[in-house]
């Protein structure tokens, strides 16, 4: 299976599918477990996302990484991308049509690591994934059945380097993703 992901990363790489690929540095395709439970798919890379070509390693990031590791799920475990695999410019919001092209990509990332859970950072990727009128502020942490995939959305981590205040809203879904996630079967470690 990782030799089709690999595939599909190098097709990724040249894929000229809307004008973002004449702005970007790099596409930026996906990391992590490609045996993963849990997903995690944001709405676009960043800055520092297009200038190292890996999803969410700039603050945003690194703010998920203390979520992740305050609930004690290992971000080597997990599997993390976006719905665009290119950097709009400015970081402002994907254009439908963008979301479109790309979209493509995403869906045979899903197909081949089939997780069992996808968690949508943001309110974009939840409005993508789970439903168009997603609210973000009243549904973060709920659960959604979409085919054989569970759902959830959370804030964007960027969302809570703006607002604090979110923050404790934040660790508790990740502890209720974490507690879901472990009645599927233990985590790695925990095994």
Not at 24 to 37: D, E, L, Q
Not at 58 to 75: E, H, M, N, S, W
Not at 164 to 177: A, G, N
Request: hydrophobic fraction near 35%; glycine fraction near 6%; charged fraction near 30%.
């Amino acid at each position: 299976m990782s030799t089709e992901l690999d595939a599909l990363r190098q097709k990724c790489k040249s894929c000229r599918g809307c004008s973002l690929c004449e702005t970007r540095t790099n596409t930026v395709f996906g990391v992590g477990n490609p045996n993963a439970r849990l997903m995690f798919v944001g709405e676009a890379p960043g800055e520092q996302e297009d200038l190292r070509g890996i999803p969410f390693v700039g603050k945003a990031g690194q703010l998920l990484d203390r979520f992740l590791y305050a609930v004690d799920i290992p971000r080597e475990e997990v599997y993390i991308a976006n719905v665009l695999k290119c950097r709009p410019p400015s970081n402002r919001d994907p254009l439908p049509e963008e979301e479109d092209a790309c979209i493509g990509y995403l869906r045979e990332q899903v197909r081949l690591i089939r997780p069992q859970m996808i968690v949508c950072l943001g309110r974009i990727a939840a409005m993508r994934l789970i439903k168009p009128d997603f609210r973000i502020t009243a549904e973060h942490g709920k659960w959604f059945q979409k085919g054989s995939y569970l759902m959830t959305a959370v804030y964007h981590p960027a969302a809570l380097l703006r607002d604090p205040r979110k923050k404790e809203e934040m660790l508790e879904d990740m502890k209720m993703i974490r507690d879901r996630l472990r009645e599927f079967a233990p985590l790695a470690e925990n095994s």
